[in-house]
Nanobody, 121 residues
Framework: QAHFEESGGGLAQPGGSLTLSCASAAFTPPGYVMGWYRQAPGKERELVASVTSSGSTFYADSVNGRFTISRDIRESMTYLHLEDLKSEDTAVYYC???????????????WGRGTEVTVSS
């Protein structure tokens, strides 16, 4: 069973917005960094944003200023708000957690099914 369940994806027009949600199916230690990743067709999965337990955030250059990550530790939820969407944002989006001192590629949990975002007019 996947540790996280992603939702909120769909079809959006260029310039549009979406909000993705990530729910933990089981206990996730609050000290983990939570990240949103995406995998576009034919490409490797990449980190787009992350948030620590204290609220510090990181954004990939490609989404900085357009995406906002947030986290509700009490509810074990992580969100990603996408604005000013572009066609290159089309991908399957996943969430996962990693230890603060480790690389974002070293996720600690099994991958969920993700939620698909398609940006097209």
């Amino acid at each position: 069973q996947a540790h996280f369940e992603e939702s909120g994806g769909g079809l959006a027009q260029p310039g549009g917005s979406l909000t993705l949600s990530c729910a933990s199916a089981a206990f996730t230690p609050p000290g983990y960094v939570m990240g949103w990743y995406r995998q576009a067709p034919g490409k490797e999965r990449e980190l787009v944003a992350s948030v620590t337990s204290s609220g510090s955030t990181f954004y990939a250059d490609s989404v900085n200023g357009r995406f906002t990550i947030s986290r509700d530790i009490r509810e074990s939820m992580t969100y990603l708000h996408l604005e000013d969407l572009k066609s290159e944002d089309t991908a399957v989006y996943y969430c996962n957690g990693f230890l603060p001192a480790s690389s974002p590629s070293r996720v600690q949990f099994s991958w969920g099914r993700g939620t698909e975002v398609t940006v097209s007019s």
